[in-house]
Nanobody, 125 residues
Framework: QVQLVESGGGSVQAGGSLRLSCAAS????????MGWFRQAPGKEREGVAA????????YYADSVKGRFTISQDKAKNTVYLQMNSLKPEDAAMYYC??????????????????WGQGTQVTVSS
């Protein structure tokens, strides 16, 4: 049974930083797509960043390029999202997603089969 457990959300002021973690279990971590997505109230879930855990190919939404960094620790089956220079518009529930694909990961939420429970990020101006 695939499990994704997010942590690291919280409340920060604009310009601050947070690091989210997503620990994966129940499946072979290597050669998979894993990503971070967010959903604000009344909006659709949108892709923020993704990584191909085998080849290390990275994907970023234009809105977070240069501010957010996705990384992984293969030994811990964990993916991270370092978020710097946070803006009020970054506030949302952040979800970790995973999929059996190992290439062409992209940021389309519909293509990810497994999801964590989410962690809330609040950014005050």
């Amino acid at each position: 049974q695939v499990q994704l457990v997010e942590s690291g959300g919280g409340s920060v002021q604009a310009g601050g930083s947070l690091r989210l973690s997503c620990a994966a279990s129940g499946y072979t971590y290597s050669s998979k797509c894993m990503g971070w997505f967010r959903q604000a109230p009344g909006k659709e879930r949108e892709g923020v960043a993704a990584i191909s855990t085998g080849g290390g190919v990275l994907y970023y939404a234009d809105s977070v390029k240069g501010r957010f960094t996705i990384s992984q620790d293969k030994a811990k089956n964990t993916v991270y999202l370092q978020m710097n220079s946070l803006k009020p518009e970054d506030a949302a529930m952040y979800y970790c997603g995973a999929d059996q694909r190992w290439y062409g990961c992209g940021l389309e939420a519909a293509k990810y089969a497994y999801w964590g429970q989410g962690t809330q990020v609040t950014v005050s101006s």
